[in-house]
């Protein structure tokens, strides 16, 4: 079966740093992967997803995520972070069950950003 | 532009009533799914629907039955509610036929059961 892990359930980063949340899949098959970011009381919004086409994605916000093979690493980068990134971040592969794409989430990250 | 439209956006329930989730889009999208998201343990999928007619059990279906007439719709049902069912649920929306579909997912709706 496929998973992601997400490692750290709370990162902390003063606004300008570096944002890094880290997550690591298992699957049998080349991965779909997903970030999504929840802001607070809403629904779960798409940042960017890999399927192959290129090893590192940009997505929106200035978001980014390098996929490698060799760490099963799918790790979401933002060289300087804003007051309005803070937010809860999710992790998804996609298993194709027949025609359906089902996706498996990890446990989040809940983003932080101080002044 | 509606997208997914879940309701109600809040509910409390007492231990053992019924109720029934609503969730609709307009994308005309083949798959929709359910999920719950509790503390620490991301969103888990409860079921799912590839087309109308057509359902399937994911990784928590205990406790909750669906059902799809339409492309549209894809209600979630508590036949009984329990206190452990108290969670946020989401409804989600894509295209069949790859890994790579987005899933566009609605706003939650937030239930307590007492």
């Known amino acids: 079966a496929q998973s992601v892990t997400q490692l750290g359930s709370h990162v902390s980063v003063s606004e300008g740093a570096l944002v890094l949340l880290r997550c690591n899949y298992s699957s049998s098959v080349p991965p779909y992967l ?70 498996t989430f990890g446990t989040g990250t809940r983003l932080q950003v101080t002044l | 532009n509606a997208g997914v439209t879940q309701t109600p956006k809040f509910q409390v329930l007492k231990t053992g009533q019924s109720m029934t989730l609503q969730c609709a889009q307009d994308m005309n999208h083949e798959y929709m799914s359910w999920y719950r998201q509790d503390p620490g343990m991301g969103l888990r999928l409860i079921h799912y629907s590839v087309g109308a007619g057509i359902t399937d059990q994911g990784e928590v279906p205990n406790g909750y039955n669906v059902s799809r007439s339409t492309t549209e719709d894809f209600p979630l049902r508590l036949l009984s509610a329990a206190p452990s069912q108290t969670s946020v649920y989401f409804c989600a929306s894509s295209r069949l036929g790859g890994g790579g579909n987005i899933q566009y997912f609605g706003a939650g709706t937030r239930l307590s059961v007492l």
Do not use: R
């Open chain 1, 34 to 103: 997903f970030w999504y970011v929840q802001y607070p009381n809403q629904g779960l919004q798409l940042l960017l997803k890999y399927t192959s086409a290129a090893t590192l994605v940009k997505g929106i916000n200035g978001f980014e995520a390098e996929f490698k093979k060799s760490e099963t690493s799918f790790h979401l980068t933002k060289p300087s972070a804003h007051m309005s990134d803070a937010a809860e971040y999710f992790c998804a592969v996609s298993t194709l069950t027949g025609t359906a794409s089902k996706l």
